[in-house]
């Protein structure tokens, strides 16, 4: 173990001799065991044999059935995994589903699956289930009930795995199909965005898939800006075999400053010897609001028609940032004041537009807060200054998914989108029109309506490039791919 900066080595011990080793908080233990005489080489090698159902991306949204043919039964001497691949844009937030395989349930909380490194902002989950080597025929139905969210089941396989010999194959089985029911199954019923205020129901899940009744002892902490009514201290509870239990509270958001922030309930579980932690995540954001006018607000840099709208006041890296939103039937209208000791510099071209001053609107709106761009999550740029001209610029940019990738397909630029601009020495002010029609085609709003919305401002102190980009709704940073990071807008009457 370390101690005092120092590697300390233990003695050497029978490998019958009971071993025990004290560690200090942040101390690490090694064990290494020596054989007396050389390991036998493996002489045989053990297959593994997958069979794979024909259903690939099919929509999680009701009641399905896959089928899943094998060209053969599972010997004696090979375990069964029921290998699942489930893609989702917002991290499993849903609890999960019931499932059967030839009639056998099999409950399944979302929190059991392991997250695929490397994949972003794409996330694909596998979940890896001991199935009984009885239960598989030659013509297999798995059967999907009460899915609780829109997610794709990119795929579904039966594999066999062969051990040394029919007595391990059980132990292994028996040894996975006991893990499963030892360890602690739970999750969190997921939470609808927050404003700052608010309160909402949390409830958190617990099943006993064990064969007998256990006790659970429950702990619940928060982070800065979330409090619980009532859950104080560790809690047990009592779950019979094969039973679910519910702990419910009351949680109390409170948030202090103007930005969106990313904050959770945590409950640390603990049951015969297993613990495990479970995360609920609950995102916050300040109350922003776009008031209604009933004609089209100026557009020459002064106040007028803009000056009942609110107002978001904010200082990023010593610039001065002040935005206000509006809208009528027609248009979202967003007019922003950049203020410090600086003159906007133009763009290089259309393409990079982003890399020198600008205001970037985005626009989500269904307010779907999906990980990746749906159909009516749109970006549009807007700079002081154009490309070769003291006019302001307006892109709209059009991105489609490709593979991991939101990618940029499109722009358009000028009309349909309105700006105008008044340039000085110490900054800007910007004033923009988004019609509805570019968000969706048919798009309506109306009063309390919420649409997902972020105004970012980036700003260039040379011709190197950006300084820094940052909202003024959503989390701090620019998060120009992930509308899930966006902040909320209200359209008031």
């Known amino acids: 173990h370390y101690n005092d900066g120092a ?3 233990g003695e050497t011990v029978s490998s019958s001799s009971e071993l025990t080793v004290t560690l200090p908080v942040g101390g ?12 036998p080489e493996q002489t045989r090698t053990l297959a593994e044999t997958e069979y794979y159902a024909k259903t690939s991306a099919a929509i999680l949204n009701d009641a399905m059935q896959v089928s899943l043919p094998v060209k053969r039964l599972p010997q004696e001497d090979e375990t069964v995994l029921l290998h699942l691949g489930v893609y989702s844009d917002d991290l499993l937030r849903a609890n999960g589903l ?35 080597r009885a239960w598989i025929q030659n013509e ?13 089941l990119m795929f579904a396989s039966l594999v066999y795995n062969q051990q040394l010999d029919a007595e391990t194959a059980k132990a292994v089985a028996n040894g996975r199909i006991a893990k499963r029911e030892r360890a602690i199954a739970a999750f969190f019923k997921p939470l609808p965005a927050m404003f700052s205020g608010e309160k909402t129901s949390m409830v958190l899940s617990i099943e006993n898939r064990s064969s007998s009744t256990k006790i659970y002892t429950v702990e619940l902490s928060t982070s800065e800006f979330v409090t619980l009514a009532k859950t104080k201290k560790p809690v047990e509870i009592k779950i019979a075999s094969g039973s679910r239990k519910t702990i419910t509270d ?13 904050e959770s309930v945590q409950a640390r579980i603990v049951s015969g ?10 995102y916050l954001y300040p109350r922003r609001t776009a008031g209604k006018v009933d004609a089209a607000p100026a557009f020459d840099g002064t106040l007028t028609g803009w000056q009942t709208m609110p107002e978001v006041v904010c200082e990023i890296k010593g610039v001065g940032i002040s935005t206000r939103t509006g809208w009528d039937e027609k248009n979202l209208y967003v007019r922003a004041e950049v203020h410090g000791d600086f003159r906007p510099l133009k763009p290089d071209t259309v393409a990079n537009c982003w890399a020198k001053d600008c205001v970037e609107v985005f626009v989500d709106g269904g307010n779907d807060k999906s990980k990746m761009y749906d159909e009516d999550d749109h970006q549009y740029m807007f ?34 989108l309105r700006a105008s601009s008044v340039v000085s020495d110490n900054g800007y002010v910007l004033a923009v029109a988004i019609p509805w029609e570019t968000v969706k085609p048919g798009f309506r709003p109306a009063a309390g309506k919420m649409i997902g919305c972020d105004v970012a401002v980036g700003h260039a102190r040379n ?15 620019k998060f120009y791919d992930s509308p899930e990071k966006w902040g909320i807008l209200t359209l008031q009457d």
């Open 7 to 9: 590697l300390e080595h």
């Open 28 to 39: 690490v233990a090694s064990v290494q065991w020596v054989y007396d005489a050389p390991v």
């Open 98 to 132: 019931n499932l059967s395989v030839n009639g056998h349930p099999l409950s399944v909380f979302w929190t059991e699956a392991q997250k695929e490194e490397g994949v972003k902002p794409q996330t694909q989950w596998r979940l890896n289930l001991p199935v009984k």
């Open 140 to 152: 297999n139905t798995i059967s999907f009930q009460e899915p609780d969210s829109e997610y794709r």
């Open 250 to 262: 009351t949680i109390v958001c409170a948030l202090d400053r103007e930005i969106m922030t990313s």
């Open 273 to 282: 010897g297993e613990s495990c932690v479970f995360d609920l995540p609950v």
């Open 383 to 416: 700079c002081p200054l154009g490309v070769d001209s003291d006019e302001p610029l307006a892109v709209q940019l059009i991105r489609k998914r490709k593979g991991d990738v939101m990618a940029i397909v499109d722009s358009r630029v000028g009309k349909p």
């Open 463 to 477: 011709t190197d490039g950006i300084s820094f980009g940052s909202s003024v709704f959503g989390l701090p940073g």
